[in-house]
């Protein structure tokens, strides 16, 4: 007999035979929350808070077919989801250009670039050139660890991989270079405090 | 016989009985582009200039049923759109938050304030108060012609209407407030223009 929980995901048996350590591990590293919704509550938090004005971009969208159904009701019937050219987070820190992408990974050793679009990148790099403040979040799903990692350090890695070398970032590096924000009730994930250090430096 | 072009509009052959004059308008003040592709190129333009980073937002999406097909394509079965809660264009220009809405309007003497919702206002306010800049670009369909109204000024008319005045910016007080911008080639819309002479002052 199957379940099926009210979120669609399957629900068997098997999940009760995970070992009960690792089960605690997993429960950890979720706490129910995705690191996209931990940053929009944090965005929330500095924009009711008077702190910045960031938001999430939203998902970029081909729509194909959309039924009027009348003037106010539009469904859209048909529509893929698009390849992001930009970041996805923006918005304005003390009069600065704020600009950053925000991803997970399963790895508990190293930080896969391909994360990352080629395109992202050179949007990071342009942003950087018109003096924007360009950075990323990386969050190691199964120890719950967040780190933000200047746009400076993630295009040393991009051009080591681009150059042959290793097509992820090593949990080490990410310690020594990036900058660790520890998880906060308000804010969650307190980015900012990393951003004002770096500008005040 | 009825003939159906290939975006999908309805040929009549009524639009043949459109009198010459009225027609020679609307084909000058169309000229096959919208305020938004002329934005867009106008800011690809910037970005391949080195100009600036400036880029529309996707639309807000609602997404109800998606068809995962395989592990590459998903289709997007059923969703909606969504109102905006921030404005549609922002980026960086010389180390500055940039934040801007663009509209249409076809009446002749005004500009409606029905074109932004009060979450719109707000957001440029909090912008604002961030030291960013924010602005509209508007755009006056039957004459073709384009003005920049910096938000200080759109308050101002959005005040008015809160305290029972007009619903709409009359065009005089736009010519007399905003600041035109002819149509160029190369940019097409140059708003910049404008804010770096807004900079300088």
Redesign the interface.
């Known amino acids: 007999m199957e379940f099926h929980y009210p979120n669609g995901r399957k629900y068997t048996s098997q999940q009760k035979l995970i070992p009960k350590n690792k089960e605690k591990i997993i429960s950890y590293g979720k706490r129910g929350m995705t690191l996209e919704e931990d940053l929009n509550d944090t965005n929330m938090y500095y ?1 009711s808070n ?1 702190t ?2 960031i ?1 999430k ?5 081909q ?1 194909v077919q959309v039924d009027y159904q009348s003037r106010s009701t ?9 390849q992001a ?2 970041t996805d987070y ?10 950053f992408e925000a991803k997970e990974t399963q790895s508990a050793t190293s930080f896969p670039l391909r994360n990352f679009h080629e395109h992202q990148i050179n ?1 990071m790099k ?2 950087v ?4 403040i360009a950075f990323v979040i990386l969050r190691f799903v199964s120890t719950d660890e967040v780190f933000l990692l200047e746009s400076k350090d993630l295009f040393l890695f991009w051009e080591r991989m681009e150059n042959g070398g290793r097509k992820s970032i090593k949990k080490d590096e990410i310690i020594s270079c990036g900058h660790r924000i520890e998880y906060g009730l308000h804010p969650r994930i307190d980015y900012l405090k990393v951003i004002q250090h770096l500008l005040l430096v």
């Open positions: 924009l008077g910045a004005v938001h971009k939203p998902t970029p969208i729509i539009a469904v859209i019937k048909e529509a893929y989801f698009r050219s930009t923006n918005g304005v820190y003390k009069g600065k250009y704020i600009d949007h342009n942003v050139s018109h003096n924007g």
